[in-house]
């Protein structure tokens, strides 16, 4: 099957942990520099296409890092890695803790192919251990633009204000026809029905979106409720999933 091309910050001393390398909107550079800067993100993209050529059917899960084994959100997390790993999906996360560690964590315990994508953060967020294979990102945009590019599906987890990036990102790539209409599936009816509310009470009210776009929308509350959208869609595309061997070179 031919798959479609891809299914400014200011200067502060209050965050001393950031790297110069990420404030790269917010000063002149020299040309040089920033021939180099781009020499550095197109590395990036580079070795993440190298990294993930061969990495199959994927679907990508998104949520909150706070949560901890202990907390629902995780183990709904973990119980929906699992079933995409038995449809035969390679799960793809930020590769970091709490929700993307629980999906890693189903998928690894379910026999799967399970990724990460990490990203370098002030407060140094590590990969998770239940990765096939986890690369980390020095941008923020490279990252989000891998996450994005593999999946036949998003997951939305519980988040805060990055998940809600990643939300938005998906909902705008497929919006605007650079990706299918592969399905956003946000899990947790009572944690997400006020945003939905707010996007066809408000948003559509005023004429600042159409309902139409957002067909590919979908709300879950259980693993199996997921997993029978995604069904719908693979159905739909004519996609035989079966797990490809796990290559890392």
């Known amino acids: 099957m031919n798959r479609h091309p891809g299914p400014a910050a200011l200067k502060s001393n209050s965050r001393p942990g950031v790297k110069p390398e990420a404030r790269f909107l917010a000063a002149r550079r020299s040309v040089l520099g920033e021939t180099t800067r781009l020499f550095r993100i197109g590395m990036e993209f580079i070795r993440a296409f190298r990294a993930f050529r061969k990495i199959g059917p994927a679907v990508t899960v998104f949520g909150s890092a706070r949560f901890d084994e202990n ?29 993307m560690e629980a999906a890693n964590r189903g998928a690894k315990e379910a026999g799967g192919a399970s990724f990460g994508c990490n990203i370098v953060l002030p407060y140094e967020q590590k990969p998770n251990g239940f990765v096939d294979r986890a690369l980390t990102f020095e941008y923020f945009f490279v990252r989000k633009a891998i996450l994005m590019k593999y999946s036949y599906a998003f997951i939305i987890m519980p988040g805060g204000v990055g998940t809600l990036d990643e939300l938005t990102e998906a909902v705008t790539l497929i919006q605007a026809g650079k990706l299918y209409d592969f399905p956003v599936i946000l899990v947790g009816r009572r944690f997400w029905s006020g945003l939905y509310d707010w996007v066809r009470g408000t948003l559509a009210k005023e004429g600042t979106v159409s309902l139409e776009d957002f067909a590919f929308v979908h709300m879950a509350d259980s693993p199996e409720e997921v997993l029978q959208i995604i069904r719908k869609t693979a159905d739909g595309l004519g996609l035989t999933l079966r797990p490809l061997p796990l290559t890392v070179d």
Not at 82 to 89: H, M, S, T, V
Not at 90 to 99: I, Q, R, Y
């Open 71 to 99: 907390h629902s959100v995780y183990e709904m997390s973990r119980q929906i890695g699992a079933q995409l790993a038995r449809e035969g999906f390679a799960v793809l996360t930020g590769g970091g803790p709490g929700v």
